[in-house]
Nanobody, 123 residues
Framework: QVQLVESGGGLVQTGGSLRLSCATS????????MGWFRQAPGKAREFVAA????????YYADSVQGRFTISRDNAKILVYLQMNSLKPEDTAVYYC????????????????WGQGTQVTVSS
């Protein structure tokens, strides 16, 4: 069974930082692009960041550019989302996604998704 498992969410104050991790299991994700999406209550899921397999190309939503950093450890098949200068509007469930095409990750059409981890930023 293919799994993407997110961790690292929690409660943080405005201006604080969190690092999310996404671990893979059940198959090899060698060659896969990976990314992060989020969904706030009552809102549609939105793209946050993505990274290609080699890690030399990253994509960010305008709302997080300069505050969030996506990275990956291919030896462990992990992807990270370092979130700094957090704002209350960053509060959402954050989902990890994976696909063999980076464009599908960015477009939200990934074949693989995690169950999500809650991030809450208090004002």
């Amino acid at each position: 069974q293919v799994q993407l498992v997110e961790s690292g969410g929690g409660l943080v104050q405005t201006g604080g930082s969190l690092r999310l991790s996404c671990a893979t299991s059940g198959r090899t994700f060698s060659g896969y692009a990976m990314g992060w999406f989020r969904q706030a209550p009552g809102k549609a899921r939105e793209f946050v960041a993505a990274i290609n397999w080699s890690g030399d190309t990253t994509y960010y939503a305008d709302s997080v550019q300069g505050r969030f950093t996506i990275s990956r450890d291919n030896a462990k098949i992990l992807v990270y989302l370092q979130m700094n200068s957090l704002k209350p509007e960053d509060t959402a469930v954050y989902y990890c996604a994976a696909d063999d095409l980076a464009s599908r990750v960015v477009d939200g059409r990934s074949n693989y998704w995690g169950q999500g981890t809650q991030v809450t930023v208090s004002s």
